[in-house]
């Protein structure tokens, strides 16, 4: 089992930046892609951005290109979202996972391990 735990969300105003960590233990193996989604009120759960397991591959939703920035720590067995920019519609739960894969993909069943999931909540 691998355990997967987010933090970092909270309440901003329109414009502002946020960096959201997701911290992975358990049987963590190696070559594995991890991504963000992220699933607002009422909507289904949509990808955000994902990387490879050496960071060279990265994979952004249209929505997000351009302002938000996927990077990984396999040291720390951490991955990151910079978030910059932020919108109205970027509220949400943001969640991380992992992919026995060696790309990246969008694809959420090709994810295996899922975090709880941190709220980020964009203000005017």
């Known amino acids: 089992q691998v355990q997967l735990v987010e933090t970092g969300g909270g309440l901003v105003q329109a414009g502002d930046s946020l960096r959201l960590s997701c911290a992975a233990s358990?049987?963590?193996?190696?070559?594995?892609?991890m991504g963000w989604f992220r699933q607002a009120p009422g909507k289904e759960r949509e990808f955000v951005a994902a990387?490879?397991?050496?960071?060279?591959?990265?994979l952004y939703a249209d929505s997000v290109k351009g302002r938000f920035t996927i990077s990984r720590d396999n040291a720390k067995s951490t991955v990151y979202l910079q978030m910059n920019t932020l919108k109205l519609e970027d509220t949400a739960v943001y969640y991380c996972?992992?992919?026995?894969?060696?790309?990246?993909?969008?694809?959420?069943?090709?994810?295996?391990?899922w975090g709880q999931g941190t709220q980020v909540t964009v203000s005017s």
């Open positions: 990387i490879s397991w050496g960071g060279g591959i990265t």
């Open positions: 996972a992992v992919a026995n894969l060696a790309t990246v993909t969008g694809l959420i069943r090709r994810y295996d391990y």
């Open positions: 358990g049987r963590t193996s190696s070559r594995t892609s």
